[in-house]
Nanobody
């Protein structure tokens, strides 16, 4: 079974920093990895994504504050979050596009269980 496990969430004051990690297992041929977030009563939106070659994409609301990175050998993606704002409060979900080992003909997007980030004012 493909498994994505997030860690690093928590409670932080406005202006503080957190680093989220997501380790994916039982997956191969991973292309895009990314972070999404969902606040209460709102839809799940893209925060940042990164291709295998390092190309990145960020939502306008986090540009200049968040940095996404990945370790291809470990199938791990990170999100460094600086200058956090109360508006960043949400459950953050990891996503990966890949194939479930050893079924090479299937490709899907897989999700982690989410990690809570709460930013107090």
């Amino acid at each position: 079974q493909v498994q994505l496990v997030e860690s690093g969430g928590g409670l932080v004051q406005a202006g503080g920093s957190l680093r989220l990690s997501c380790a994916a297992s039982n997956i191969f041929s991973v292309n895009v990895m990314g972070w999404y977030r969902q606040a209460p009563g709102k839809q799940r939106d893209l925060v940042a994504a990164i291709n295998r070659d390092g190309t990145t994409n960020y939502s306008d609301s986090v540009k200049g504050r968040f940095t996404i990175s990945r370790d291809n050998a470990k199938n791990t993606v990170y999100l460094q979050m600086n200058s956090l704002k109360p508006e960043d409060t949400a459950v953050y979900f990891c996503n990966a596009d890949g194939r479930p080992w050893p079924f090479s003909r299937e490709r899907n997007n897989y999700w982690g269980q989410g990690t809570q980030v709460t930013v107090s004012s």
